[in-house]
């Protein structure tokens, strides 16, 4: 910072006396013409700094341009006043002040699963806010500041700054303030139309204590069935405890035909818990003709009175007293740490995907090199409304998770908060909202246009994570100069190829033998492995004590034994059936790697048979990525079209070695299936090759998913009639282009045409025909730091697409002058599946050996509800993450992730992408 710009930040983060009005008026009168009354609509950022997490609440406050109506922490006023001339602010300046109990009042607990609202989980914490507001006037080399209200001030300039400090400003925009279990039940599809069954005139008493499980005779958590009348027992409990689980027992004996049962004891006028075992519902549910339905049985819900705990109830007792971080370290009790790299981020409302994903990302060398050290730089060059800009809103939260600013001052990184006082006094100390690193402004922004991750519903972090990565990768297409490190002598790549990687894909004609190889394209590039878990190999686990963890798990997902799809799936050999299917399963991750790289059979045209023919595919790695991210796929849609989630035991390995799958390329005794390169067709002797044919049933296979015919066949021209997965692939990746619903333009061979997806139009028709460049996108791509010449040779090879070109630039880092002076010759044939564009995608390569770094886990029955974490190694210890709670631990849960982060063990020794 300048002399002149520490003299500005000396005086305001100082306690000196309000200077007089008289001195600012000529100023304040000159800069009221471009001041504005905010209007409701208007976006104000009076809760938070735009470029950090600075708050009212932070020491030095929040100042608030009253022209643009964006907040500034201390540290980026001068920046934002010389970049928008503005010299009127608005100074926000909160403090938390504990209040004093009031012995006389007593809290009610918690009486609904619920947060933020009547009978809920209350999120206000126990303070009073004291709040001082300022009017701070630039005025040359001097920093009016000047208490408010005031009266000597013009009127219109005292409404601005009340309207600005009334404004409920975009925090209230941006999150989700209350979540109540009940808005999320929904009306059962059977309730309407229920079948109702009393064939000898069976009467339900009215008295509770005549009420019995009709199978065990047990008087205590008790569902009756809505249909036929039948008591039994809930289910049972991860503990043994609970119900005996007869009501459940009862609807599959009846054939699964009547699957509303309402819980006895919960009934009063005002309703019940009805639960429905439909599979497709399998929840709590609203049943609009309740009343009805027990008037049937000879229930008058006018006459009953509530006995017993509602399973809204019971889980608000259960979350009351349970401990979830003990029970995701498996018993251990966790040391809260906290400091640099060691801080949470606030759930924002069912954000932890979120939190878990930008955790994990944060963590990694090479972001923190560009994302937090790279601050200041991106600062600087930010647009004029950074919230919008994702450099800027990342970067913002590297320095926020990464950095000492917001490290509460009583729990230093050194100190253990193991015991009771201290853990206290250091929650109130963290709670503290200067203290808070809440995400809204990077979740809104990276969620902005998409449906669900603009949403405040639950989201799956796999899904999310390569969104992401998605969005980054086309923000740094302009970006990229302004976060990589200085003085690089390669082109910079997008920070996304970190986790880039090639497969090689492996066609087999079963008829005639011939092979196929795909590798080094778009089609092959990968930022993921998926990895199957393959329920045909699970076997039950035998635990080495005598306290699996098995029932510790079952109750933290939220699910019974008796719905574990893959328990049910599991023979068993005679016995007690409820005994055994609480026996934990155990499936190798051996198995799981075996299943993705085993071979499988697609059909695809063979050039050989002349026709579309049986083959056989098998993948292989082509390039091993310096970060490998595995997915291990434990949800699947069953045959009822409802998720279900595998919770096996799979033993994931700290260190794991690929170098076996890494795959070989063409062998001397392999046949390859006919590729005829286009350049031989040009000119005198050309060979006489018959035309590309495409394959009918593939177009007509992807035309059935909703698809235009013109695309399909743009799809089976540019992998040359692949399978429909590889088609499929291809058509997610260019259903934006402009052309892509065009006409395609047939090759006149085997090789592939330049329809679309970056194909070449000049290696299409077989010449050397350059490409007219269009000068705006000549202009836009040169002011990233390319020259002309290189970006011409872009434009051309990927048809004046901008995006594309620039994506073609990134990818050409490694070899830029010579993919350069290939296209600019006319050398650039798209011979085989891919073009010349894909055929040139780089991907960081080495030995396939790893370790693991990070798991984000996920407790819950399905991707769309519960909660996700991660455990991150740093310094050599693991953590784990928890929203905004961050603890040691010992006891990793290395067989339950679902999300694995592993660094390459020969990584470079510099980070510089």
């Keep these: 910072q300048t002399p002149k710009v520490q003299r500005y930040l000396t005086f305001l983060s100082s306690n000196s006396s309000v200077m007089s009005v008289e001195l600012a008026l000529p100023t304040i009168r000159a800069e009221m013409r471009k001041l504005k009354i905010p209007h409701t609509s208007d976006k104000v950022y009076k809760d938070e700094c735009v470029f ?27 920046k934002d006043r010389v970049s928008t001339g503005n010299k009127l602010y608005l100074h926000l300046k909160w403090a938390q002040v504990e209040k004093k109990a009031d012995v006389s009042v007593t809290e009610a607990e918690p009486s609904k699963l619920a947060i933020g609202v009547a009978g809920g989980f209350m999120t206000e914490a126990s303070y009073d806010i004291v709040k001082d507001h300022f009017l701070v006037v630039f005025d040359g080399n001097n920093a009016i500041s000047i208490a408010l209200p005031n009266q000597e001030l013009p009127e219109f300039v005292s409404n601005v700054l ?32 229920l079948v109702q069954l009393n064939p000898e005139g069976k009467r339900i008493p009215q008295d509770p204590k005549l009420w019995k499980d009709e199978a065990t005779g047990a008087t205590e958590n008790l569902w009756l069935n809505l249909s036929t009348g039948f008591i039994g027992g809930g289910r049972k409990n991860w503990d043994g405890t609970g119900g005996s689980g007869s009501a459940l027992e009862h609807y599959h004996a ?53 006995t017993d705990k509602t399973m809204g109830e019971l889980e608000v007792s259960h979350n009351m007293t349970y401990d979830w971080s003990r029970i995701l370290s498996e018993g251990e009790e966790l040391e809260v740490v906290s400091g640099p790299g060691l801080l949470g981020l606030r759930n924002i409302g069912s954000s932890c995907y979120l939190n878990s994903v930008m955790q994990s990302i944060l963590a990694i060398p090479e972001v923190q090199e560009r994302y937090l050290m790279q601050h200041e730089n991106i600062v600087q060059s930010a647009p004029t409304d950074p919230t919008e800009d ?10 926020g998770v990464l950095s000492s600013r917001y490290v509460p001052p009583s729990l230093p990184s050194t100190q253990s908060t193991a015991s009771t006082s201290a853990g206290e006094e250091g929650g109130k100390v963290a709670n503290l909202e200067k203290y808070v690193l809440a995400p809204r402004m990077f979740k809104h922004l990276v969620g902005k246009g998409h449906s669900e991750f603009s949403s405040g519903r639950q989201q799956d972090v796999s899904e999310y994570f390569q969104y992401f990565l998605e969005v980054l990768s086309r923000a740094e297409r302009v970006s990229l100069p302004r976060v990589a490190l200085p003085g690089a002598v390669a082109a910079p790549k997008p920070t996304a190829s970190i986790f880039e990687y090639h497969t090689q894909v492996r066609y087999q004609c079963n008829t005639s033998g011939e092979v196929k190889y ?33 029932t510790k798990r079952a109750r933290l997902e939220g699910k019974e034994s008796e719905d574990t799809k893959m328990q049910e799936d599991t023979p068993t050999s005679g016995g007690d059936s409820a005994t055994e299917k609480e026996v934990e399963q155990f499936i190798p991750f051996e198995a799981c790697l075996q299943s993705y790289f085993s071979p499988e059979r697609v059909d695809m045209f063979s050039p050989a048979v002349g026709a579309v023919s049986a083959c056989s595919k098998t993948q292989r790695f082509a390039t091993f990525p310096r970060y490998l991210m595995v997915k291990m796929s434990r949800y699947y849609v069953s045959t009822n079209w409802v998720q279900q989630k595998i919770t096996a035991r799979i033993d994931v390995p700290e ?77 997610f990746e260019h259903m934006e282009d402009a052309d892509f619903n065009d006409p395609p333009v047939m090759p006149t061979s085997g090789g592939s045409s330049g329809n679309g997806g970056g194909n070449n139009s000049a290696s299409a028709t077989g010449n050397n025909t350059a490409v007219a460049v269009d000068p705006e996108a000549v202009s836009m791509l040169t002011s990233m ?20 070109a620039a994506d073609w630039l990134f990818s050409h880092a490694d070899d830029l002058d010579a993919a350069v002076a290939q296209v600019l010759s006319g050398a650039s044939s798209g011979a085989g599946a891919t073009s010349t564009t894909c055929a040139g995608v780089q991907a960081d390569d080495g030995e396939g050996k790893y370790s693991l770094i990070g798991i984000i886990s996920h407790l819950g029955k399905n991707t769309d509800h519960g909660h996700y974490v991660c455990h991150l190694k740093k310094d050599g210890q693991w953590l784990l993450f928890n929203d905004e709670k961050v603890g040691k631990c010992t006891k990793v849960p290395l067989e339950y992730g679902f999300m694995y ?7 470079p020794g510099t980070f510089a992408l």
């Design 52 to 78: 950090s997490f600075d708050s009212p609440f932070s020491d030095d406050g929040l100042y608030v341009n009253l022209s643009t109506f964006k907040g500034y922490g201390k540290d980026y006023v001068e």
């Design 162 to 193: 009340q309207a600005i400090i009334d404004h409920d400003g975009m925090k209230s925009n941006l999150q989700v303030a209350t979540w109540d279990a009940d808005n999320e039940k929904f009306v059962s599809k059977y309730a309407k139309d």
């Design 254 to 306: 009846t054939g699964s035909k009547y699957p509303l049962a309402v819980k006895l004891g919960t009934i009063t006028p005002h309703g019940a818990d009805v639960w429905s075992y439909a599979p497709e519902e399998d929840n709590l549910v609203i049943d609009p003709h309740l009343a009805e339905h027990l008037s049937f049985w000879g229930i008058d819900v006018m006459k009953l009175e509530k």
């Design 390 to 399: 994702l450099s800027a809103q990342l970067s913002k939260l590297a320095v």
């Design 518 to 550: 795909l590798t080094q394209g778009q089609q092959t590039l990968f930022n993921m492995l998926d990895l199957p878990v393959p329920l045909d190999q699970a076997v039950p686990y035998v635990p080495d004590s005598p306290t699996p963890v098995t």
């Design 655 to 731: 260190h794991l070695d690929l170098r076996a799958y890494r795959g070989a390329g063409p062998q001397s005794d392999e046949k390859l299936m006919a590729q005829v390169d286009e350049t031989a067709t040009a000119g005198a002797g050309a060979v006489d090759v018959p035309a590309f044919q495409v394959d009918e049933g593939l177009v007509i296979q992807l035309t059935s998913m909703g698809f235009s015919e013109n695309g399909c066949r743009r799809a089976a021209i540019a992998t040359h009639n692949a399978d429909p997965e590889t088609a499929m692939n291809w058509i």
């Design 785 to 804: 730091g390319y020259s002309e010449e290189q970006v011409s040779a872009a434009l051309q090879a990927t048809d004046n697409n901008i995006e594309r």
């Design 901 to 907: 982060l592993y660094r390459r063990d020969d990584g």
